[in-house]
């Protein structure tokens, strides 16, 4: 098997307008009066108004406090997915991408020039997985049967039926990529002006195809600043997924990871916390629902079935699947989805970090251009060659594209949830709690890190800095500054976990 070279097309979007905004009354003073009166006049009016806006200003800060934000728009460019936020961002890895808080401000620091950026991206959004889909649509079955009329807000499912597929991205997730591309372009304007981006992808078609859309957004980005861009399409180097190629993108080498123990550390975490959570659910519903008895996994796909039809849908609109559990069950169910992260691929499991070892050596070769040294599961054929693996000074623009759990694996193995406790299986916790962690917070639909490098003023090292998503995630082990940033020498000596093979021994112990 050979990696694959595919060429994006060309293809024109428009269809992220401007946002919407809103019109401001204007006073009109009267020009009867006379001169003296009429500048009292003003003052008062100007008063008035000013007075007008703050209390206008107070009601509506407060409103967003405890109310849904408007419905549209569902989706932009930069802030992502923001309808009804209460909900949709408690949706773990099903949730779309959304603009992340960040304590640390992610603009760029002052005096500060991007010199290099990495973004290494999920897929889109996409529908359930194969055998996900046949277990909804048997859920589905069961369920109509059993409830003869579905009534108030169940009512919708009178004439449900499930279309949804399986794996492939929708067009609500193409236009999340094609976002994510044009979004990325604008932020690294400066670079990616210059330079075209080397892009890779782990080999699933709706990851390629999610990389293809991204090339696209990055494209309308830069030509729509009349810059020529003639290395477009971009070459995308695609990694097959099959086991036994080695694919910094794609776990499934490290045998004790996929067979042994260390392979049901996910699933025993999410398995307690699903009996917690869900029999107060399930008894809600067998009471709204004569005529029913759900299983505890049932419970979880009704839930599932709220985030996926509402990618399904062409413009992300809120599924009514969704308004059927309470808030407090949404946070619920999103705290499943990041124990499975957790405990399944990232800091959680002893051999989760170890499966993200291989690309974070290859960040490192990126960083300081300098050969791959890697014992895991780099491709050792590809990255000597520098038409699949360049490092060179002037390749300065990455962008991987991979999975949610490829995803935590190389999080865990740069250590940049190093400083959170091991999570609880019987209680939710925050993402204040956990320092920032959860599914939703890191590996969303089109969820995205970049590694950035940057030169600030006249000092003679660079720095490295890591964004999730748009939060700074302050860089551990090497003499962090106020910015999140380390220097780029005292970044690669942290990665000692990396380095040093990251307990790759143990996959074949
Ligand atoms: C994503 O790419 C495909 C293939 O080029 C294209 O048909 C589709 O229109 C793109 N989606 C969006 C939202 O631009
Ligand atoms: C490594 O990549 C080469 C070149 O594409 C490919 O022929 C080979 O099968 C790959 N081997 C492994 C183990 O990944
Ligand atoms: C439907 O009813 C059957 C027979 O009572 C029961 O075994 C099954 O668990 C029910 N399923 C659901 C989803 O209510
Ligand atoms: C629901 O199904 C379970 C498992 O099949 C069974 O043990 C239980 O008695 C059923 N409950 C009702 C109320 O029918
Ligand atoms: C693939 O990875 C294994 C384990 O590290 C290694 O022994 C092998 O040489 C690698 N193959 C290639 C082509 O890189
Ligand atoms: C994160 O923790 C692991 C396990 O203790 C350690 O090996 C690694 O060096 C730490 N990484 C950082 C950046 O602190």
Redesign the pocket.
């Known amino acids: 098997m050979a990696p694959k070279w595919s060429n994006a097309l060309q293809r024109k979007r428009s269809r992220y307008g401007p946002l919407p905004t809103t019109e401001d009354g204007v006073y009109v003073p009267s020009h009867r009066d006379d001169p003296s009166r009429r500048r009292r006049r003003i003052l008062y009016a100007m008063m008035l108004a000013a007075f007008t806006f703050i209390l206008f200003f107070v009601a509506w800060t407060r409103v967003g406090e405890s109310s849904p934000r408007p419905a549209t728009p569902c989706d932009s460019v930069e802030e992502g997915y923001i309808c009804e936020p209460e909900i949709s961002h408690f949706w773990g890895q099903y949730s779309e991408f959304f603009s992340v808080p960040s304590k640390i401000d992610d603009d760029v620091p002052d005096r500060c020039e991007i010199t290099f950026a990495q973004i290494l991206s999920r897929h889109g959004g996409r529908d359930p997985t194969a055998s996900k889909t046949a277990r909804y649509s048997a859920f589905v079955s069961e369920l109509k049967s059993n409830v003869t009329t579905f009534k108030g807000k169940y009512a919708f499912l009178n004439d449900y039926e499930y279309t949804l597929g399986a794996d492939q991205l929708t067009t609500f997730g193409e236009q999340g990529m094609v976002n994510s591309g044009i979004k990325f372009f604008n932020r690294y304007r400066k670079l990616a002006s210059k330079a075209t981006p080397f892009i890779r992808s782990a080999g699933q078609d709706r990851v390629v195809q999610s990389a293809l859309n991204w090339t696209q957004g990055f494209h309308a980005a830069k030509t729509s600043k009349h810059i020529k861009d003639s290395a477009y399409p971009y070459n995308i180097l695609t990694l097959p997924e099959d086991i036994g190629f ?1 694919n910094t993108l794609s776990h499934g ?1 490290c045998d004790a990871f996929e067979n042994g123990p260390a392979s049901e550390i996910g699933d025993d975490a999410t398995s307690t916390w699903q009996s917690v959570f869900t029999p107060p659910i399930k008894a809600r519903l067998e009471k709204d629902l004569p005529g029913t008895n759900f299983s505890l996994d049932q419970i979880v796909y009704f839930m599932d079935l709220c985030p996926f039809n509402t990618v399904a849908s062409p413009t992300g609109k809120v599924s009514p699947f969704c308004a059927l559990f309470t808030e407090a069950e949404w946070h619920e169910y999103d705290y499943y989805e990041t124990l499975d992260k957790w405990y399944g691929y990232g800091t959680g499991n002893p051999l989760g970090p170890t499966q993200g070892v291989g690309w974070v050596n290859e960040l490192i070769a990126r960083l300081t251009h300098a050969p791959v040294q890697d ?7 590809l990255d000597a060659d520098p038409a699949t693996f360049p490092i060179g000074k002037k390749n300065n623009l990455f962008a991987d594209f991979s999975h949610d759990n490829d995803m935590s694996g190389i999080f865990a193995a740069i250590g940049l949830y190093n400083n959170t406790e091991p999570l609880s299986t019987t209680e939710v916790e925050t993402t204040h709690e956990t320092n920032g962690f959860s599914a939703s917070w890191t590996v969303p639909f089109a969820a995205r890190m970049y590694v950035e490098k940057m030169k600030c003023g006249r000092g003679k090292e660079e720095f490295v800095r890591v964004i999730m998503n748009d939060r700074v995630i302050p860089l551990q082990g090497c003499g962090v500054d106020k910015y999140g940033r380390c220097e780029l020498s005292a970044f690669v000596k942290s990665l000692g976990f990396a380095r040093s093979g990251g307990l ?1 021994s143990q996959c074949y112990a």
Request: glycine share 0%.
């Open positions: 080695n080498t014992d895991t599961n780099t491709n050792r054929t790759w």
